[in-house]
């Protein structure tokens, strides 16, 4: 079980989610985004969280220097990479964090179209001697132009039956979940984790405290009875 709050851009709302314990937070660097946070407020939101929660850098496109040096100043404990393509900096980027942690280090994000789950396949097959390996894949749905909070679902039957869990890294599945429907995402793809960003806010890029709770509390049961199954 692993649950991510991601997009959170204010210090006082993050001191509130943080109460409520999710496994992950999301720190979005992406400036296009209206979840974008400073360097500045980023550092401060980490120094507000938790050894057990981990806070993950989100980048687009970016540089392993630029990540490592974000990464170093915030105070990051993982990164989570979007790239349209199959290259990226991964590879250049070594050990990413020092920080001891529970949860992923390396995140690669996809964003799951016309061409379901071949460009996962394509990118495994790439990189299976890559010397610093991907710990885990977070699959959204493809909007043109976008690198996810669209609020838009991914197919979870594709997902139950072609996504290759004893083989490809740990899933986690992000794309249009909120509280009502979370359970049922869990129930039905059997995911590693979940990530959330516009699922849980009031409007966007601001995050419902009340939302986040009960997103929170659904994934969990919804986890929890996976574990009894």
Same mark, same amino acid.
């Given at each position: 079980?692993?649950?991510?709050?991601?997009?959170?851009?204010?210090?006082?709302?993050?001191?509130?989610?943080?109460?409520?314990?999710?496994?992950?937070?999301?720190?979005?660097?992406?400036?296009?985004? !209206?979840?974008?946070?400073?360097?500045?407020?980023?550092?401060?939101?980490?120094?507000? !969280?938790?050894?057990?929660?981990?806070?993950?850098?989100?980048? !687009?496109?970016?540089?392993?220097?630029?990540?490592?040096?974000?990464?170093?100043?915030?105070?990051?404990?993982?990164?989570?990479?979007?790239?349209?393509?199959?290259?990226?900096?991964?590879?250049?980027?070594?050990?990413?964090?020092?920080?001891?942690?529970?949860?992923?280090?390396?995140?690669?994000?996809?964003?799951?179209?016309?061409?379901?789950?071949?460009?996962?396949?394509?990118?495994?097959?790439?990189?299976?001697?890559?010397?610093?390996?991907?710990?885990?894949?977070? !699959?959204?749905?493809?909007?043109?132009?976008?690198?996810?909070?669209?609020?838009?679902?991914?197919?979870?039957?594709?997902?139950?039956?072609?996504?290759?869990?004893?083989?490809?890294?740990?899933?986690?599945?992000?794309?249009?979940?909120?509280?009502?429907?979370?359970?049922?995402?869990?129930?039905?793809?059997?995911?590693?984790?979940?990530?959330?960003?516009?699922?849980?806010?009031?409007?966007?890029?601001?995050?419902?405290?009340?939302?986040?709770?009960?997103?929170?509390?659904?994934?969990?049961?919804?986890?929890?009875?996976?574990?009894?199954?």
């Amino acid at each position: 079980m692993w649950i991510k709050i991601c997009g959170l851009n204010d210090l006082a709302i993050a001191r509130e989610i943080v109460k409520l314990h999710p496994d992950a937070i999301g720190l979005n660097f992406y400036e296009p985004s !209206v979840r974008s946070v400073s360097p500045e407020v980023a550092r401060q939101i980490s120094d507000v !969280v938790p050894p057990e929660i981990q806070a993950i850098g989100v980048f !687009v496109e970016t540089t392993a220097e630029t990540m490592r040096r974000t990464m170093a100043s915030c105070r990051l404990g993982g990164i989570q990479l979007h790239a349209a393509g199959q290259n990226d900096a991964l590879d250049e980027l070594g050990d990413p964090t020092k920080t001891p942690t529970a949860g992923p280090k390396r995140i690669r994000a996809f964003q799951v179209g016309p061409h379901g789950l071949a460009p996962l396949a394509e990118y495994f097959e790439r990189n299976r001697s890559r010397p610093s390996a991907v710990d885990a894949y977070l !699959v959204d749905a493809q909007v043109e132009g976008m690198y996810g909070g669209t609020g838009k679902t991914v197919s979870w039957d594709l997902l139950r039956n072609q996504y290759q869990t004893q083989e490809w890294p740990p899933l986690i599945l992000a794309g249009g979940l909120r509280p009502e429907n979370v359970g049922e995402a869990i129930a039905t793809v059997r995911p590693w984790g979940v990530d959330v960003a516009s699922g849980v806010e009031s409007s966007p890029g601001i995050k419902d405290i009340a939302l986040v709770a009960r997103f929170i509390e659904e994934a969990r049961r919804a986890f929890a009875t996976l574990g009894t199954d």
